[in-house]
């Protein structure tokens, strides 16, 4: 926040600190607007573009990076001009269903590239440990790459935000995190596709899944709205987040949280119990 040049240097550092480059782009862009933070977004690219063309890495992984930056930018300018988290959800997950469709399009001999790296490596692994490892198709490992680009975003301008709370609005993030909702018809309708990615055994199955990241958010949301007001202690909120990386129940379980909260508002009805 001292200055444009010292933005863009922590941003094109950050590449080396995970979150720490798209949480400074999507500060900026909160703070100053979608200007100021495209300019942040292109040092930060900067690390990318220079392994695409010197051929150092995966060149689809470095165009997916870049792509990854560019949603970040999106997604603060979302929610810069709405003040809407769900907005900002829904956008960051479209965003970057799109941006990897496209890239999958537009950059079909990288894509061709890392996809033969991945078959030797699983070759190799298959053959180290004697076990029959199924290559994943085009269509999931594109999938994959969707829910990294979404994922990527979203921690970044919640990053952002935090930083932006503890600057302007100290303890405001708090707050705001724990009001996340979605309006009723987007969380049914984010629902629908979930439970179509888990009864459809086809190549679209880890493609409508990503419409779970909305309904998670928000039923984390809820959960930390729901232990302070009932003054629980914070133990229990750490025993959750390790189950959210341990296994599919929890996640399961945050879904259903995030969809049920947004047809019946359950911290109304927290707040009304709490008060009688």
């Known amino acids: 926040m001292r200055g444009r040049a010292q ?3 922590v941003a094109l550092l950050g590449v080396l600190v995970p979150l720490i480059g798209p949480a400074a782009v999507g500060l900026v862009t909160l703070r100053k607007g979608s200007v100021e933070g495209a300019l942040v977004a292109l040092w930060a690219s900067l690390p990318f573009v220079v392994s695409y063309f010197a051929g150092q890495s995966s060149p689809f992984v470095a165009v997916m990076s ?43 001999t990288d894509l061709g590239v890392m996809m033969s ?18 290559m994943p198709d085009t269509s999931s490992v594109l999938a994959w790459v969707a829910w990294m680009t979404a994922f990527s975003a979203l921690l970044g301008v ?18 705001e995190f724990q009001g996340i909702r979605l309006e009723s018809k987007v969380g049914l309708g984010c629902l629908l596709l979930v ?24 039923g984390l949301s809820l959960l930390h709205y729901t232990a302070k007001v009932k003054k629980a202690g914070g133990y229990w909120l750490v025993l959750m987040y390790l189950g959210l990386f341990l296994g599919p129940v929890m996640s399961g379980l945050l879904v259903a949280l995030g969809a049920i909260d947004s047809v019946l508002n359950l911290r109304a009805r927290l707040v009304a119990d709490n008060q009688s």
């Open 117 to 134: 790296d991945l078959t030797e490596l699983f070759v190799s692994v298959s053959e180290q440990l004697e076990k029959d490892y199924v």
């Open 7 to 9: 933005a863009c240097l």
């Open 158 to 175: 919640v990053v952002a935000r935090w930083w932006q709370a503890l600057l302007f609005n100290p303890g405001g993030f708090q707050q």
């Open 66 to 108: 870049i792509l990854a930056l560019a949603n970040t930018l999106i997604v603060a300018n979302v929610l810069r001009g709405t003040a809407s988290w769900s907005l900002a959800l829904v956008s960051d997950v479209c965003v970057a269903v799109g941006f990897v469709v496209v890239a999958g399009v537009v950059f079909q």
């Open 195 to 218: 439970i179509l990615g888990f009864t459809l055994l086809s190549e679209f199955q880890f493609w409508l899944q990503l419409a779970s990241i909305p309904l998670i958010v928000c």
